[in-house]
């Protein structure tokens, strides 16, 4: 199974990006899917979750701004993210716990997308 993220860059400050992630490979199905980020110096921290049925939870950091959503189908997450500011700069991870066959799951992660917000 891989993740393979896409969609960062450079934004100015009250921007919007839209950050990809899309799984491959043999798995039954994917459960929660993840986002979250690590900026220089910082540990890495929580961003967002949506379950495999939709409900979601966010960072009180990014409320309101960021929104993540997933299409099953294509068996994608995406992160909406408004009005940037320059403290979001920082790498976003993308990770989806992966249900290989029935009964066993297994947490994948993908390579990470440099998203940079200019003052």
């Known amino acids: 199974v891989q993740l393979q993220a896409s969609g960062g860059g450079l934004v100015q400050a009250g921007g919007s990006l839209r950050l990809s992630c899309a799984a491959s490979?043999?798995?039954?199905?994917?459960?929660?899917m993840y986002w979250t980020r690590q900026s220089p110096g910082n540990q890495r921290e929580f961003v967002a979750r949506?379950?495999?049925?939709?409900?979601?939870n966010y960072a009180d950091s990014v409320k309101g701004r960021f929104t993540i959503s997933r299409d099953n189908d294509k068996n994608t997450v995406y992160l909406q993210m408004n009005s940037l500011k320059s403290e979001d700069t920082a790498v976003y991870y993308c990770?989806?716990?992966?249900?290989?066959?029935?009964?066993?799951?297994?947490?994948?992660w993908g390579q990470g997308t440099q998203v940079t917000v200019s003052s």
């Open positions: 490979g043999r798995f039954f199905s994917i459960n929660d």
């Open positions: 949506i379950t495999s049925d939709g409900p979601t």
């Open positions: 990770n989806a716990d992966v249900r290989v066959r029935p009964g066993v799951n297994t947490n994948y």
